[in-house]
């Protein structure tokens, strides 16, 4: 597992209805933000790809997933630093990926979402 439930724990104060909430949501707007961020990056659409990272970047730390939210800042740096930094995205995305869409299948397993 490489997510953790302590921030939203410590937000929730015991309301599961409010934990619920919170994971549906990840569930519903991150996977939808990594394909656009992908798109983004495929595109080179430097603008897109920094404002994508940058609104994923506080979902994954709201998961504990404090690698991932290193990876999607220094995603949202390389794509709002002027010059050719498609390489150092290109190297650093999958990554991302790989790690948001398993905490993406470990969190419908684990909230029968």
């Not at 949501?25 to 603008?47: G, S, T």
């Not at 709002?80 to 190297?91: F, H, L, M, V, Y």
Request: overall charge negative.
């Amino acid at each position: 597992m490489i997510y953790s439930l302590d921030k939203i724990n410590e937000m929730a104060e015991g309301d599961t209805d409010f934990i619920n909430s919170v994971i549906q949501v990840f569930l519903e707007e991150v996977p939808m933000d990594l394909e656009n961020l992908e798109a983004a990056i495929n595109d080179k659409n430097y603008e897109k790809v920094y404002k994508l990272a940058h609104k994923i970047k506080p979902n994954v730390d709201l998961l504990g997933m404090e690698q991932t939210r290193a990876i999607a800042l220094e995603i949202e740096t390389l794509g709002k630093t002027p010059g050719n930094n498609s390489a150092a995205i290109q190297e650093k995305f999958p990554i991302l990926k790989k790690d948001v869409l398993q905490v993406i299948a470990e969190l419908k397993n684990d909230f029968n979402f």
